[in-house]
């Protein structure tokens, strides 16, 4: 079994910063793409930023020069530092990542359990 979880949410005011991380563990071979989503109260969940093994990076729009990605492989973690914050990045974030158990095992998609982050204006 493979287990993502998260960490570094909270309170902070707008302008502020956070950063965010999510370690990997079990059961891992490679992992390929990780990602972190976020999703507010009551809309959908939509993709953050993603960064592939190989460390290219993409983002969403809202979110451009003011978040950064990154990972390190030999720890299976990734990090999201969150600067310049709004009150519209409020918001549960979930961590993502495409993951092979083996060698030559298919990759399977896993989530971690989320972490709130909350923005006062």
């Known amino acids: 079994q493979v287990q993502l979880v998260e960490s570094g949410g909270g309170l902070v005011q707008a302008g502020g910063s956070l950063r965010l991380s999510c370690a990997a563990s079990?059961?891992?071979?490679?992992?390929?793409?990780m990602r972190w989503y976020r999703q507010a109260p009551g809309k959908q969940r939509d993709l953050v930023a993603a960064?592939?093994?190989?460390?290219?990076?993409n983002y969403a729009d809202s979110v451009k020069g003011r978040f950064t990605i990154s990972r390190d492989n030999a720890k299976n973690t990734v990090y999201l530092q969150m600067n310049s914050l709004k009150p519209e990045d409020t918001a549960v974030y979930y961590c993502?990542?495409?993951?092979?158990?083996?060698?030559?095992?298919?990759?399977?998609?896993?989530w971690g359990q989320g972490t709130q982050v909350t923005v006062s204006s």
């Open positions: 993502n990542a495409d993951v092979s158990r083996t060698m030559t095992g298919p990759m399977y998609q896993y």
């Open positions: 079990g059961s891992i071979f490679s992992i390929n793409v």
């Open positions: 960064i592939t093994s190989g460390g290219s990076t």
